[in-house]
């Protein structure tokens, strides 16, 4: 949960690295999150199953889309890479595939052009 809390505190912050586990934790709360937000929708009949969305996770989505930004760029940037890779993800399939790879992949040692390690960096 700290490393979902600490993305959000840098919620558009797009400079600097990011760790794995702060991007792969990130998204595990945000997706546990977003089915608890739709089961609620679904209890309190704001669940649309024509679009397969409700009030509260439609919200949660949208909130959720510039720090998931944010964390993802600083995760290319961790890699030695521009955030502007995210847009791969245009390329159907192939840029899920290859983000994917790039965010799994181990961040460059010492320093990069984005910053310090982020594992020797103080918090």
């Given at each position: 949960m700290n490393w979902y809390l600490a993305a959000l505190k840098k919620y558009a912050v797009?400079?600097?690295?990011?760790r794995r586990k702060e991007l792969w934790y990130f998204w595990l709360f945000g997706f546990?999150?977003?089915?608890i937000l739709a089961f609620i929708d679904m209890v309190t009949g704001t669940w649309n199953t024509?679009?397969?969305?409700?009030l509260l996770s439609n919200i949660f989505i949208?909130?959720?889309?510039?720090p998931n930004l944010a964390v993802s760029t600083r995760r290319?940037?961790?890699?030695?890479?521009?955030?502007?890779?995210?847009l791969?993800?245009?390329i159907p399939l192939i840029g899920l595939i290859v983000l994917l790879i790039f965010y799994s992949?181990?961040?460059t040692q010492g320093e990069?052009?984005?910053?310090?390690?982020p594992i020797s960096a103080p918090e």
């Open positions: 797009f400079s600097g690295r990011a546990i999150f977003g089915l024509e679009t397969g969305g409700g949208l909130v959720m889309i510039l290319l940037h961790d890699i030695g890479r521009t955030g502007w890779w995210i791969i993800m245009l992949q181990k961040g990069n052009k984005h910053g310090p390690n």
